[in-house]
């Protein structure tokens, strides 16, 4: 009995509560968009993303790997 009301409760959480998805950003874009996304999913300025990579690419070359994978594999924002 109380499987059941769990259940019902997590299908209601799953209902009201709408995922937000990662994608590359078709407007806030300078190369992939890659940052714009990151940026639009966390909600922050897409310079500071910007920032993070170049920063991630001089302290060891992280970044730039980083941002290729995305690149790759985040798929394009289907709103134009």
Same mark, same amino acid.
């Given at each position: 009995? !109380?499987?059941? =009301?769990?259940?019902? /409760?997590?299908?209601? +959480?799953?209902?009201?509560?709408?995922? /937000? /998805?990662?994608?590359?950003?078709?407007?806030?874009?300078?190369?992939?968009?890659? !940052? $714009?996304?990151? =940026?639009?999913?966390?909600?922050?300025? @897409?310079? +500071?993303?910007?920032?993070?990579?170049?920063?991630?690419?001089?302290? $060891? $070359?992280?970044?730039?790997? +980083?941002?290729?994978? !995305? =690149?790759?594999? +985040? @798929? /394009?924002? @289907?709103?134009?």
């Amino acid at each position: 009995k !109380c499987w059941k =009301a769990y259940l019902n /409760k997590q299908k209601t +959480i799953k209902n009201n509560k709408e995922m /937000k /998805k990662l994608y590359r950003s078709n407007t806030n874009r300078k190369l992939c968009g890659v !940052c $714009g996304g990151f =940026a639009e999913y966390f909600d922050l300025d @897409p310079t +500071i993303m910007r920032l993070l990579v170049v920063i991630l690419t001089l302290f $060891g $070359g992280g970044g730039l790997l +980083i941002y290729l994978i !995305c =690149a790759l594999v +985040i @798929p /394009k924002s @289907p709103i134009q």
